[in-house]
Each structure stands twice: as C-alpha cells, then as structure tokens.
C-alpha cells in the first residue's frame, strides 16, 4: 500500500507562484509515473503534468510554459512548480502515482486527498 501526502496549496493572487508536494510512503517495489492532475466543481478531473521515471515529462497545453514538474526519486516525491498562476487555475490539486508492489506484476494507481489551489485577486 501506499500513502500519499500532499502540501503546498493556498490562496495567493494572480501572477505568484506557489509550489505543491507530494510524498509516497508505505510498502511498494517500486514507483513509476508521478503526476498532478485538477478538478475544479462540475468539471472532470484533468491532467495538468506528468513524470515518468525516467525524466519524461508531459504538460496540459494550458499551463505549458508555466507550471513544471520534477520528482525525487530517493524520496519518492514529486513536485509541481506554478508560476504565473491564474485564476483560472483555481482547483483542488491531486498527486496521482502509480507502483508495483515487491515481487508483483500488477501496475497499481493511488491518488491523494487534494490540496486546494484558489487564485484571486
């Protein structure tokens, strides 16, 4: 099993940076992609970025440019960097990770509780 504890949301105004957290603990082999994804309500929850593990990343097209990714795999953490934030960026932040348990085959999927992001002015 693993447990993921998300950080670093808040309410800021528009243009500020903010940098969110989120770390994987508990029992698994190994942890491959890390992403972030947002839900705002009455929308469907959409990726914002994505890591692989070795490095790869993958960006949503509205915060390309802006927002960036990055993982510690000593630490099993992954990051996300947002500058320039909008209010349209407004939402609840979820760290997605998914992992194989130690002698396992079987690709699993966990996600955070969410971290609420609000930007305005």
């Known amino acids: 099993q693993v447990q993921l504890v998300e950080s670093g949301g808040g309410l800021v105004q528009p243009g500020v940076s903010l940098r969110l957290s989120c770390a994987a603990s508990?029992?698994?082999?190994?942890?491959?992609?890390m992403a972030w994804y947002r839900q705002t309500p009455g929308k469907q929850r959409e990726l914002v970025a994505s890591i692989t593990g070795s490095g790869s990343t993958n960006y949503a097209d509205s915060v390309k440019g802006r927002f960036t990714i990055a993982r510690d795999n000593a630490n099993n953490t992954v990051f996300l960097q947002m500058n320039s934030l909008k209010p349209e960026d407004t939402a609840v932040y979820y760290c997605?990770?998914?992992?194989?348990?130690?002698?396992?085959?079987?690709?699993?999927?966990?996600w955070g509780k969410g971290t609420l992001v609000t930007v305005s002015s």
């Open positions: 508990g029992s698994f082999g190994s942890i491959y992609d």
């Open positions: 997605n990770v998914k992992y194989r348990l130690s002698g396992y085959l079987t690709l699993h999927d966990r």
